[in-house]
């Protein structure tokens, strides 16, 4: 039975995208859930994560599962929920991320920054 209760960790008032470019590669997708499952992360993270046994399930549950919310445009929101986590979150995942992707997000000062893939990790770079 799953519980509704959101987990301490999940944060809803973060930091929400302006911007998402993200590609990861299909045939590492397996690869990209395991690293996941194995990663070192809390293990009540890893656990909600990766609940649903699939990888876009994880990063919907992460917050950057694209196409489940919208804004007014249609445009596809994303969400920090891993509050703390999401740089390593996104380090975990970044070997299987093409290095054209990016995330871009405002902070709650108005500030614009993008996470930004290379191809072995991810950054957080805030614009001039």
């Known amino acids: 039975m799953q519980s509704n209760k959101l987990p301490q960790w999940f944060d809803l008032s973060v930091d929400e995208s302006i911007s998402i470019h993200l590609r990861v590669y299909s ?8 690293t996941v499952k194995k990663s ?3 293990q009540e993270i890893i656990d909600d994560l990766t609940e649903e046994g699939a990888f876009i399930g994880v990063l919907t549950k992460a917050g950057f599962g694209v196409g489940h ?4 445009n249609n445009a596809p929101l994303v969400k920090e ?3 703390t986590y999401t740089e390593k979150f996104l380090n975990i995942i970044a070997p ?7 995330i871009e997000m405002e902070d709650e000062y108005g500030l614009l920054y ?3 893939f290379n191809g072995s990790a991810c950054s957080k770079v ?3």
């Open 114 to 116: 993008k996470w930004e």
């Open 27 to 34: 045939d590492a997708i397996e690869a990209a859930f395991n």
């Open 96 to 102: 299987y991320v093409s290095s054209i992707s990016f």
């Open 81 to 83: 929920v891993l509050d």
């Open 126 to 128: 805030y614009n001039d």
């Open 40 to 42: 070192t992360l809390p």
């Open 69 to 72: 919310i919208t804004d007014d």
